[in-house]
Nanobody, 122 residues
Framework: RLVESGGGLVQPGGSLRLSCGVS????????IGWFRQVPGKERTGVAC????????YYADSLKGRVSISRDGAKNTVYLQMNNLKPEDTAVYYC?????????????????WGQGTQVTVVL
């Protein structure tokens, strides 16, 4: 089970940190990622982190503005987003990678979270 939090309304240039509480998965052997979806468009991969070694991948459009991290003690994965732009407005979903290891930001998803809304507007 995945529970996201941390979304909200922010001005351009602002920052948000999304959190994903992970349960029902062997945390140290999973790969957790974030997807996002704009209304009327397909979900796209944002980031992925392999929890056993901390290796990560980011979407090209977000490199330099996002950072994914983990806290094993809290079974939580974070997505720090900086210098947010209006085009980052979307519902952000925490997901479990079906294959247990990241090789990019687009992958088969085993479990979806409920999503958290991020809105970037003046």
């Amino acid at each position: 089970r995945l529970v996201e939090s941390g979304g909200g309304l922010v001005q351009p240039g602002g920052s948000l940190r999304l959190s994903c509480g992970v349960s029902g998965v062997t945390f140290d052997y999973a790969a957790i990622g974030w997807f996002r979806q704009v209304p009327g468009k397909e979900r796209t991969g944002v980031a992925c982190i392999s929890l056993n070694d901390g290796s990560w991948y980011y979407a090209d459009s977000l490199k330099g503005r996002v950072s994914i991290s983990r806290d094993g003690a809290k079974n939580t994965v974070y997505l720090q987003m900086n210098n947010l732009k209006p085009e980052d407005t979307a519902v952000y979903y925490c997901v479990v990678n079906r294959f247990g290891r990241c090789s990019g930001v687009s992958f088969d998803v085993a479990v979806w979270g409920q999503g958290t809304q991020v809105t970037v507007v003046l």
